[in-house]
């Protein structure tokens, strides 16, 4: 009768290390990406909130209050600042667009590229 080992070799375990460890790290690097634009995103929406059907509203009131939550979120500015958010006025509304793409390093010359969109309307009547 012959004895069998079962179990994972060395070379086995240092490959899913490898493979495991390269999706931890990845995630490392883009987490704090995705925590960024949902500041941005909800900046957005409490602003249209905020100023939802107020009539009187004007694009720098918006704008004012973008920068406003922009500082008390803590927004990293060196990627997506408040003066980067586009407000345009269609009728007797407002669209205000966040659209910008971030990259974070991963491993020597490869990069994360990601590109964030956000638009919300705010009801101006």
């Given at each position: ?56 509203t004007t694009d720098f009131m918006i ?63």
């Open positions: 009768m012959r004895n069998r080992q079962s179990g994972m070799t060395f070379l086995g375990l240092l490959v899913l290390i490898v493979v495991v460890g390269s999706w931890v790290y990845a995630a490392m690097r883009i987490t704090p990406m995705y925590l960024n634009y949902m500041k941005v995103a909800g900046t957005l929406e409490k602003v249209r909130d905020e100023y939802n059907s107020n009539p009187g704008r004012k209050a973008i920068e406003r939550h922009f500082d008390i979120e803590m927004v990293n500015e060196e990627v997506f600042n408040y003066n980067d958010v586009k407000i345009r006025q269609q009728g007797g509304t407002f669209l205000v667009t966040a659209s910008y793409e971030h990259t974070a390093p991963f491993v020597s010359n490869i990069y994360f590229l990601v590109a964030f969109d956000k638009t919300v309307e705010i009801q101006a009547r």
